[in-house]
């Protein structure tokens, strides 16, 4: 399919939006009520401490939900207010936070159902208005959309569709795509399916992996067992991996996606010669400027004296485990919850470790004067974490101050 043609035709048809519809001053009233909080921005005002009795919160200076987030919830609202009687659908979570998808729920919008992993998109009629979410959607997904003549609000973030411009820039110039991301991973679905040919690279262990068959060939049947589930079809390593441009999931470890960047250039540097760098490789910045600053506030947080760490965000959120990630390699004790609810009874926490199943721990408060920091993904409502930290406080008894 010659995407960049179809996503242009989708762009001038009236079936589709990419803005809001005029609601914003209600949306927004709504949207702060819903998920704003006094005690977050109390903190907030006081450089980002806050102490009572035993407890020390120290916040990270940036966290919670980032612009794009906001703009996709609050358009999600505004179809509901201006299609009242429309049945409405969203192809994915709108974002990966619980509280905001249930809040969808009960709007009536209405989440596509997935069968064994594959969407069914059987119930979708014409006429019906169909949400697509921050992260975008595939380009055939969209396609299927517009076949059925629904009325498509895209909420795609900016930054993403910056992204999708890059692979059909390495796609216009017969460059493989090599994506730093998650191959299941929404976004990184989107992504590929925009992308001509691609290999998607989980990290810089995979990254290396590529780089040293480039160099030195390598074990070809190994190779496709390996990138099997994460790569174009009919991906071929020993022809595809000539000309290579970078792209990433917005969301993933900046220092990470640079030094994978990095990698490429020295690697068809090394194989090609200096001269012959342009004609191999190619790389635009695309990581996201909140994934950075939220990064860029938990290197500064965990120079901080804490006791422990408690990230807050969706369990399927990649920013918010990339967070986590920043605290353990520290050597901080670090707790990834997604709400308020993990909470208790007691002094008990149910969390989920880093690439592990969720886990209960009793007694994770020390006992004493403690200092905890505090930080959630782009998709974590204020709220939540206002419900943590005063659940945190009420647990050391630590009541607050008038
Ligand atoms: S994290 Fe970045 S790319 Fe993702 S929705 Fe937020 S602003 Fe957009």
């Known amino acids: 399919m010659d995407t960049k043609a179809f996503k242009r035709s989708l762009n001038s048809s009236e079936n589709y939006h990419r803005k809001g519809f005029g609601h914003e001053a209600e949306v927004s009233g709504q949207m702060q009520s819903e998920y704003q909080s006094n005690l977050i921005q109390q903190i907030r005002e006081n450089n980002y401490v ?50 905001v998808n249930q809040r969808l729920r009960d709007m009536q919008v209405n989440f596509i159902p997935v069968e064994q992993g594959i969407k069914d998109f059987s ?44 692979v059909e820039k390495h796609k216009k110039n017969r460059y493989t795509s090599i994506i730093h991301g998650k191959h299941n991973h929404e976004e990184t679905v989107a992504t590929s399916s925009f992308a ?29 067992a390996k990138f099997s589930r994460a790569c174009s079809q009919g991906f071929d390593p020993d022809r595809d991996l000539q000309q290579v441009g970078i792209a990433n999931q917005t969301t993933m470890l900046k220092g990470e996606t640079e030094q994978i960047g990095k990698l490429f250039e020295r690697t068809m ?8 760098l342009n004609q191999h490789f190619l790389s635009f ?11 860029d506030a938990m ?44 909470l208790g009874p007691g002094n008990r926490v149910e969390h989920k470790p880093l690439h592990s199943e969720l886990e209960v721990q009793e007694n994770w408060l020390p006992e004493g004067p403690i200092v905890v920091g505090i930080t959630s993904g782009a998709s974590t409502p204020d709220k939540v974490v206002a419900t943590v930290i005063e659940k945190i406080f009420e647990l050391k008894g630590a009541v607050a101050i008038a």
């Not at 262990?205 to 480039?214: K, N, P, S």
């Not at 540097?269 to 012959?276: I, S, T, V, W």
């Not at 990339?322 to 004790?333: N, S, T, V």
């Open 123 to 166: 119930g979708i009629d014409q006429g019906d208005v169909v949400i697509l979410p921050a992260f975008g959607a595939s380009v055939q997904e969209m396609q299927l959309l517009n076949d059925k003549s629904c009325t498509i609000v895209d909420t795609t973030c900016p930054w993403v569709s910056k992204v999708w411009n890059t």
């Open 285 to 295: 910045n695309t990581i996201c400027d909140a994934t950075q600053e939220r990064q």
């Open 50 to 99: 806050l102490k009572r009795g035993e407890v020390t919160i120290r916040l990270a200076e940036a966290f919670g939900f980032c612009w794009g987030v906001e703009r996709a919830v609050a358009m999600a609202y505004e179809t509901r207010q201006h299609f009242p009687t429309e049945r409405i659908w969203i192809t994915n979570e709108i974002i990966h936070n619980p509280s």
């Open 269 to 276: 540097m090394q194989r090609y010669g200096p001269d012959q």
């Open 299 to 342: 290197f500064q947080l965990v120079e901080e004296k804490l006791d422990l760490m408690v990230v807050i965000g969706g369990y399927n959120s990649s920013n918010t485990t990339h967070l986590q990630e920043i605290a353990i390699e520290r050597g901080i004790p670090s707790y990834h919850i997604d709400s308020g609810d993990r």
């Open 196 to 224: 001509g040919t691609y290999l998607i690279v989980l990290n810089l262990a995979e990254a290396q992996y590529v780089a040293d068959y480039i160099l030195q060939g390598g074990d070809r049947q190994e190779f496709m």
